[in-house]
């Protein structure tokens, strides 16, 4: 089988919050939404060596060679100021690695002791369906990861065939429903919605689908309509399914987005029982 | 004798004493009249100086340090001394260990070991309700808080699952009292996910039970083993005479040469300095104090003298192998550095072929050696992280924690304990708690402690002190013995940094008179 290699944005070793039990987390760099409130807006997009963050670095610690299309990083220099994402037209990033199958196998061995599974997210993690499969199956082929749990957290913006790719391997997926009307969804994220909500039904379907997240967004996505829409759909789901509301939260979001209303605890609750008087009893995160 | 009025009356005056508190120190006072148990020179120097620290046992022992009773044989038999018949159901049950309980001897004047409750009580069940069991156990629970009110009074449940372990756990949370500490027995064969989930549950509220690797702790032991005080591993039916400690970084800091020398010379003669000390304290014990002929847990077989051994301990290991790699030309510190974890690895490895090629009299439990023991300090210990742990804050990840100090959990057969700290968001996900403990133990770990930020209990060196008690003990003085051990030690050693619990002891109080 060919190699295949992704752009891995970070690894964080030990997460309680991405499932159940304590997971290895994977985030892939790339993302086909482009959500206002994003926390870490420089995993959306992919580098194209134009060395603005080189340039603005205020201790030199990046080069970027273009015909290689490499970056040098100084560790020891750089102070982690984020000025270099910060000014990164693209959104993205100088950090991210690009990692083999193998390079991921290797981390996770080093701790498979002390996890109930990984949990691949992004970014959208689903761009990179085939090496997701790639992985999955070195993972369920391996004596000593065959037992993780796999957990796939994804915006759904995707077409069946890529779920399909990697459903037979995984436990399960989470996903987030932005809004439920085409128009709000685009406000929100910059584009439409169709996909994902085909992909929640499909995934409803299949029986893989674990969780679904609503980001409240006041103003935007609490209007009545909006409201009683995603709850029918979340009615229609599996009663398995874990509904959740998660707060929007302005830490890390862009300077431009600062416009933006991070709700407050009565807000959240309002919000809930609007959702109750609905039909539907939601988790708050 | 015009000193030891003075100390009597500073006893009698203190208004932050109570009447049995008083009691305990005139004890004391009393005990220090009397000639240290013969030990050389350079010995007795070395403990006026506290490189040898014998943990405030006072002079003349005239009791082990800690006894295990075996309440199974004591139920099963009763006690002609107590007049005690064997119990025939589950208050009476409750009953007999209440009564024994007070009358089993230690250092802090409260016996150390509560026994494995559940396999204790659970003969006794009956038909009786789950609810029925819930309410007595409750006033149990009560009674030992109240009536032994020192944080080394511990209790052990498991490994296997059951009521009464359940209904334990219940209570603990519910009643969120810092007596008695307790452990769980943790067996992956024998111990269910669900017993092991609501043990955590339990650490998120009242920060106790330990969890103890329970099929490598009991490889250790002839029969059947308990873990008292703090994380002290020891026989039941027998226990430990005496538990002495070396300062790792005083015989550092007084060490002149090289590092080859250390091995080679210091950390040698200080260890059989150690060791003599040990077998002048046993020897006393056993021959002038006679204790195992005259004391009726000996004399019934509720103790046996051949079930006992004694305590090899040590502490500032963390400071020594910064100081030696100093020294060395590598200024790297313990915990976050591999060949300083190698070199405190070596010392450990080192310690414990010293420890195992003296053979002692009255060690019979452990085939005439001393148990090594990691000792979790004590609150004078401010310049000295406990035992073998990494100092308060210096902690690197929890994977890289649990992969420098799992490599040497082997030796410890008296016991160890790594402090660990989780986020309060952890109580939203007890199941990663469940993974990240049986990583530990396949890593090789003996105990697993640990805490959550910002809990009203306060974990100090092994045992709880609740921090309302230590706000209004520097206030008016504590019903705990151990909260001004506790107050001391958050004074001295940055716990409060480390989002500790807190307990009592009487250990430091009683030399302070």
Same mark, same amino acid.
């Given at each position: 089988m060919r190699e295949l290699r992704a752009n891995i944005s970070g690894i964080i070793?030990? $997460?309680?919050?991405? &499932?159940?039990?304590n997971r290895m987390v994977i985030f892939f760099q790339a993302c086909n939404l482009n959500c206002?409130?994003?926390?870490?807006?420089?995993?959306?997009g992919l580098c194209n060596y134009c060395e603005i963050c080189a340039t603005a670095c205020p201790t030199q610690s990046l080069a970027i060679d273009k015909e290689k299309k490499q970056i040098f990083h100084n560790d020891v220099t750089c102070?982690?100021?984020?000025t270099c994402l910060k000014v990164c037209p693209e959104n993205s990033?100088?950090?991210?690695k690009s990692m083999s199958v193998n390079d991921l196998i290797s981390e996770i061995l080093e701790i498979k002791d002390f996890i109930s599974g990984i949990t691949v997210s992004g970014?959208?993690?689903?761009?990179?369906a085939k090496f997701l499969e790639q992985l999955f199956i070195s993972i369920r082929n391996h004596t000593e990861l065959k037992a993780l749990s796999i957990l796939i957290d994804s915006? &759904?913006?995707?077409?069946q065939n890529r779920w399909e790719t990697v459903l037979d391997w995984v436990d399960g997926f989470m996903i987030d429903i932005?809004?439920? $009307?085409p128009d709000i969804h685009k406000q929100i994220t910059g584009f439409s919605n169709e996909k994902i909500l085909k992909s929640i039904h499909y995934l409803n379907l299949k029986g893989k689908l674990k969780e679904l997240r609503l980001v409240f967004v006041p103003t935007y996505n609490d209007s009545d309509e909006e409201i009683k829409k995603i709850t029918d759909l979340m009615k229609r789901l599996s009663p398995e399914v874990k509904k959740v509301l998660i707060k929007m939260r302005k830490? &890390?979001?862009?300077?431009?987005?600062?416009f933006l209303n991070e709700p407050s605890l009565d807000e959240m609750k309002a919000v809930l029982n609007r959702f109750e008087t609905a039909g539907l009893n939601l988790l708050i995160i | 004798m015009e000193d030891i009025k003075n100390r009597v009356l500073e006893v009698l005056t203190d208004?932050?004493?109570?009447y049995k508190q008083k009691k305990h120190h005139l004890a004391y006072i009393a005990e220090s009249t009397q000639a240290y148990p013969k030990v050389s020179a350079e010995a007795m120097e070395a403990l006026s100086e506290k490189?040898?620290?014998?943990?405030?046992?006072?002079?003349?022992?005239?009791?082990?340090?800690?006894i295990l009773p075996d309440y199974k044989l004591a139920l099963i038999r009763g006690i002609k001394y107590l007049e005690l018949d064997p119990p025939t159901d589950f208050d009476e049950a409750i009953n007999f260990l209440s009564i024994l309980y007070s009358h089993v001897p230690s250092i802090t004047g409260y016996s150390v070991y509560l026994g494995s409750i559940d396999q204790l009580l659970l003969p006794y069940v009956?038909?009786?309700?789950e609810e029925a069991i819930y309410k007595k156990l409750k006033l149990f629970w009560r009674y030992i808080d109240r009536?032994?009110?020192?944080?080394?009074v511990h209790a052990n449940i498991g490994p296997e699952d059951n009521i009464i372990a359940r209904s334990i756990l219940k209570i603990e949370r519910e009643f969120?009292?810092?007596?008695p500490n307790l452990t769980l027995k943790y067996d992956? *064969?024998?111990?269910?996910d669900d017993l092991l989930e609501e043990a955590v549950k339990t650490v998120f509220e009242v920060a106790k039970p330990h969890i103890a690797n329970h099929k490598m702790t009991a490889a250790d032991f002839k029969g059947n083993y308990g873990v008292v005080s703090c994380y002290n591993s020891l026989p039941e039916g027998g226990g430990s005479h005496t538990l002495i400690r070396l300062n790792l970084k005083k015989i550092s800091d007084a060490h002149k040469g090289n590092l080859e020398t250390f091995f080679s010379n210091t950390l040698p003669k200080y260890c059989l300095m150690t060791l003599d000390v040990i077998e002048a304290r046993m020897k006393y014990l056993? *021959?002038?104090?006679?204790y195992f002929e005259t004391d009726f847990l000996a004399q019934e077989g509720?103790?046996?003298?051949?079930n006992f051994s004694a305590m090899f301990g040590f502490y500032g290991l963390a400071e020594c192998v910064n100081l030696l790699m100093k020294n060395n030309g590598q200024d790297y510190p313990y915990g976050q550095n591999d060949e300083a974890n190698q070199l405190g690895h070596r010392i450990l490895e080192e310690m414990k072929k010293l420890v195992d090629s003296r053979q002692l009299p009255y060690c019979e439990a452990n085939n005439g050696k001393a148990f090594f023991h990691s000792q979790s300090g004590i609150?004078?210990?401010?310049?000295e992280t406990a035992g073998a742990r990494i100092p308060i804050g210096e902690e690197p990840d929890i994977y890289s924690h649990i992969n420098t100090v799992a490599?040497?959990?082997?030796?410890?057969n008296g016991g160890i304990s790594d402090i660990f700290h989780f986020d309060e968001t952890i109580k939203r996900n007890p199941l990663a708690v469940l993974d990240i403990i049986k990583g530990a133990f396949k890593k090789g770990m003996r105990m697993f402690t640990f805490n959550l930020s910002d809990s009203e209990f306060i974990r100090i060196t092994g045992y709880l002190v609740r921090r309302s008690d230590l706000k209004e003990f520097r206030e008016e003085g504590s019903r705990y013995g151990s909260t001004l051990f506790a107050a001391n030690s958050m004074d001295n050693a940055d716990v409060d940094k480390r989002i500790a619990k807190r307990v009592n002891s009487h250990e430091r109080t009683a030399s302070q008179y």
């Amino acid at each position: 089988m060919r190699e295949l290699r992704a752009n891995i944005s970070g690894i964080i070793k030990s $997460s309680v919050i991405d &499932g159940p039990g304590n997971r290895m987390v994977i985030f892939f760099q790339a993302c086909n939404l482009n959500c206002m409130y994003c926390h870490n807006s420089h995993t959306i997009g992919l580098c194209n060596y134009c060395e603005i963050c080189a340039t603005a670095c205020p201790t030199q610690s990046l080069a970027i060679d273009k015909e290689k299309k490499q970056i040098f990083h100084n560790d020891v220099t750089c102070t982690h100021c984020d000025t270099c994402l910060k000014v990164c037209p693209e959104n993205s990033s100088p950090f991210y690695k690009s990692m083999s199958v193998n390079d991921l196998i290797s981390e996770i061995l080093e701790i498979k002791d002390f996890i109930s599974g990984i949990t691949v997210s992004g970014g959208e993690v689903m761009l990179q369906a085939k090496f997701l499969e790639q992985l999955f199956i070195s993972i369920r082929n391996h004596t000593e990861l065959k037992a993780l749990s796999i957990l796939i957290d994804s915006n &759904g913006n995707v077409d069946q065939n890529r779920w399909e790719t990697v459903l037979d391997w995984v436990d399960g997926f989470m996903i987030d429903i932005k809004a439920y $009307s085409p128009d709000i969804h685009k406000q929100i994220t910059g584009f439409s919605n169709e996909k994902i909500l085909k992909s929640i039904h499909y995934l409803n379907l299949k029986g893989k689908l674990k969780e679904l997240r609503l980001v409240f967004v006041p103003t935007y996505n609490d209007s009545d309509e909006e409201i009683k829409k995603i709850t029918d759909l979340m009615k229609r789901l599996s009663p398995e399914v874990k509904k959740v509301l998660i707060k929007m939260r302005k830490h &890390g979001i862009r300077e431009k987005y600062n416009f933006l209303n991070e709700p407050s605890l009565d807000e959240m609750k309002a919000v809930l029982n609007r959702f109750e008087t609905a039909g539907l009893n939601l988790l708050i995160i | 004798m015009e000193d030891i009025k003075n100390r009597v009356l500073e006893v009698l005056t203190d208004g932050n004493l109570d009447y049995k508190q008083k009691k305990h120190h005139l004890a004391y006072i009393a005990e220090s009249t009397q000639a240290y148990p013969k030990v050389s020179a350079e010995a007795m120097e070395a403990l006026s100086e506290k490189v040898i620290c014998d943990l405030f046992e006072g002079s003349a022992p005239y009791r082990p340090r800690y006894i295990l009773p075996d309440y199974k044989l004591a139920l099963i038999r009763g006690i002609k001394y107590l007049e005690l018949d064997p119990p025939t159901d589950f208050d009476e049950a409750i009953n007999f260990l209440s009564i024994l309980y007070s009358h089993v001897p230690s250092i802090t004047g409260y016996s150390v070991y509560l026994g494995s409750i559940d396999q204790l009580l659970l003969p006794y069940v009956g038909d009786l309700t789950e609810e029925a069991i819930y309410k007595k156990l409750k006033l149990f629970w009560r009674y030992i808080d109240r009536c032994l009110p020192d944080a080394f009074v511990h209790a052990n449940i498991g490994p296997e699952d059951n009521i009464i372990a359940r209904s334990i756990l219940k209570i603990e949370r519910e009643f969120k009292q810092v007596v008695p500490n307790l452990t769980l027995k943790y067996d992956t *064969e024998k111990t269910s996910d669900d017993l092991l989930e609501e043990a955590v549950k339990t650490v998120f509220e009242v920060a106790k039970p330990h969890i103890a690797n329970h099929k490598m702790t009991a490889a250790d032991f002839k029969g059947n083993y308990g873990v008292v005080s703090c994380y002290n591993s020891l026989p039941e039916g027998g226990g430990s005479h005496t538990l002495i400690r070396l300062n790792l970084k005083k015989i550092s800091d007084a060490h002149k040469g090289n590092l080859e020398t250390f091995f080679s010379n210091t950390l040698p003669k200080y260890c059989l300095m150690t060791l003599d000390v040990i077998e002048a304290r046993m020897k006393y014990l056993v *021959e002038t104090v006679k204790y195992f002929e005259t004391d009726f847990l000996a004399q019934e077989g509720i103790i046996k003298l051949e079930n006992f051994s004694a305590m090899f301990g040590f502490y500032g290991l963390a400071e020594c192998v910064n100081l030696l790699m100093k020294n060395n030309g590598q200024d790297y510190p313990y915990g976050q550095n591999d060949e300083a974890n190698q070199l405190g690895h070596r010392i450990l490895e080192e310690m414990k072929k010293l420890v195992d090629s003296r053979q002692l009299p009255y060690c019979e439990a452990n085939n005439g050696k001393a148990f090594f023991h990691s000792q979790s300090g004590i609150d004078i210990d401010i310049e000295e992280t406990a035992g073998a742990r990494i100092p308060i804050g210096e902690e690197p990840d929890i994977y890289s924690h649990i992969n420098t100090v799992a490599p040497h959990h082997h030796l410890f057969n008296g016991g160890i304990s790594d402090i660990f700290h989780f986020d309060e968001t952890i109580k939203r996900n007890p199941l990663a708690v469940l993974d990240i403990i049986k990583g530990a133990f396949k890593k090789g770990m003996r105990m697993f402690t640990f805490n959550l930020s910002d809990s009203e209990f306060i974990r100090i060196t092994g045992y709880l002190v609740r921090r309302s008690d230590l706000k209004e003990f520097r206030e008016e003085g504590s019903r705990y013995g151990s909260t001004l051990f506790a107050a001391n030690s958050m004074d001295n050693a940055d716990v409060d940094k480390r989002i500790a619990k807190r307990v009592n002891s009487h250990e430091r109080t009683a030399s302070q008179y």
